[in-house]
């Protein structure tokens, strides 16, 4: 069987954690999560990170934390691209955003730049969410030129793309928030895990709050006490004040010393995922559609994306020969149910043929040449 995805977990990470757990240590959230935030900070190049308990919540807590910190309000335009992960438009429609979908480039699969444009022009936005789809960075520096013509505040879902680089700059370093994933089969795992890092102070501390229920508990002392004084709440029922519409979706320290262990390996990581991502693309030679990334970019690629009318073909036989694949993420967003339910279908020229053809193909760590060369030849049989 050649797997999508494998675990990033070693046994000697395990043999780490055993150890740690010898010491009988507090399991929830506590300093381990610091260090690991402080470590994942440092490695990304941002001032603050949260770790939360999935890159889903991850993108939750970014958006709440716009309307907690009066950089949003409710009802605000939110644009998201028609290809993303599911929960990258649900929460924009949960927090009472509204979003709206532009449609994919066929070149890196994100955002189509001229759609994005007209976009920003005619319902001028609040916020855009970009999102690199499957690692493969897209052209930054264009559109935060838009974002900032357009005065719309740029954010990042970089869940499937961690260690990938534009002009020698990590993705998610370039938002006001970005977000990452640490799911099992990711580049990096904590079990279950996420990440948002920004370099905004006010957002970082209402981010830590609304991660524990609004309370403040995790705030450092002076913003805990301008909190107080504000409400004019005393110590001891500080300890259940809620300052901001929260949740609990904070993550353990048993999860946060497997992540420890795992930061030290991203970069062999994404180095293996871009080497196995071009000897795909040297292989695969589809005259309907390739992967493309910009100049001085690399892809810490998660899985190897083809767009194929053949799709149904190529994907029997992957089966037949135990070959793990998947739909390319989850196709157009304007056609799946909970959208369509609320804003009925929307039909988008580029992100149709990816829900029509498109399907990814194994990458990790673990994949060696021959697996490739395996995979690539069932691939090539239909192209």
């Known amino acids: 069987m050649i797997t999508l995805v494998k675990d990033t977990i070693k046994n000697e990470d395990i043999d780490e954690l055993v150890d740690w757990l010898k010491t009988y240590p507090r399991l929830t959230k506590g300093k381990e999560t610091l260090k690991l935030e402080q470590d994942f900070s440092k490695w990304l190049g941002k001032k603050y990170s949260v770790f939360c308990n999935s890159g889903s919540s991850a993108n939750l807590l970014m958006l709440a ?122 580049h990096i795992s904590t079990i279950e895990g996420g990440f948002v890092s920004t370099d905004n102070e006010d957002l970082y501390n209402i981010l830590l709050s609304i991660r524990s229920h609004g309370w403040a508990r995790d705030l450092n002392n002076d913003t805990a006490k301008q ?85 149904d073909k190529i994907v029997k036989e992957l089966i037949e020969n135990k070959v793990e694949t998947r739909p390319l993420i989850c196709g157009s967003m304007g056609s799946q149910p909970f959208y369509v339910k609320e804003y009925g279908e929307h039909v988008f020229a580029n992100a149709s043929i990816v829900d029509s053809y498109g399907f990814y193909l194994p990458n990790h760590q673990n994949l060696n040449d021959d697996e490739v060369r395996f995979v690539a030849s069932i691939v090539n049989k239909y192209i």
């Open 65 to 186: 934390s716009l309307i907690e910190g009066d950089f949003l309000k409710k009802g605000a335009k939110v644009v998201v691209p028609t290809l993303c992960w599911a929960t990258d438009l649900m929460p924009v429609m949960q927090l009472g955003f509204k979003p709206i979908l532009c449609d994919i480039n066929m070149k890196d699969l994100s955002v189509d730049l001229n759609e994005l444009e007209k976009i920003f022009k005619e319902e001028k936005p609040d916020a855009f969410l970009c999102v690199s789809i499957l690692g493969l960075p897209t052209q930054y520096e264009k559109i935060i030129s838009l974002c900032e013509k357009y005065k719309v505040m740029f954010l990042e879902d970089a869940c499937e793309a961690l260690g990938s680089t534009y002009q020698e700059k990590k993705v998610g370093s370039f938002g006001l928030m970005s977000t990452f994933s640490t799911y099992f089969g990711h």
């Open 227 to 311: 909190l107080k004084e504000k409400w004019n709440i005393g110590d001891f029922n500080d300890l259940y004040t809620f300052y901001y519409s929260g949740f609990n979706l904070r993550s353990t320290d048993l999860q946060a010393i497997i992540g420890q262990s795992q930061l030290k390996r991203i970069e062999t990581v994404a180095e293996r995922r871009f080497y196995n991502y071009n000897l795909y693309n040297k292989l695969i030679r589809n005259d309907f559609w390739e992967p493309e990334i910009p100049k001085n970019s690399t892809t810490s690629n998660f899985a190897f994306p083809v767009i194929s009318p053949n799709r």
